[in-house]
């Protein structure tokens, strides 16, 4: 496979694994959201939440379980195009919006 093929590809799965990891974070969407107006919950620049200090024992576990299912994710996708999980995560933390301040 060429180099310009394996981009389209790793850019197909990282497409689609975005719109999978959104459709996980929309089943916490009003929690998430409202967790992170609160500054409860904001996102890395790694591809995953991170609970602040003001975070209640609920936000905190939702972090945990999204998290926890977007490393299988990011792992999946990772798997199937030959690069780093941390990779996927990186190019899937540009789509996801602000970062923790």
Excluded: W
């Amino acid at each position: 496979m060429s180099s310009q093929e394996l981009i389209k590809t790793v850019t197909k799965s990282l497409i689609l694994g975005a719109l999978f990891i959104f459709s996980l974070t929309a089943v916490h969407a009003v929690n998430v959201g409202q967790a992170k107006q609160q500054g409860m919950a904001c996102e890395l620049p790694t591809g995953y939440l991170q609970a602040r200090n003001n975070a209640t024992p609920e936000v905190k576990a939702m972090v945990v379980d999204i998290n926890a299912k977007r490393k299988a994710e990011y792992t999946r996708i990772a798997n199937e195009n030959g690069v780093k999980p941390e990779n996927v995560g990186l190019l899937t933390a540009k789509k996801l919006g602000p970062k923790c301040p």
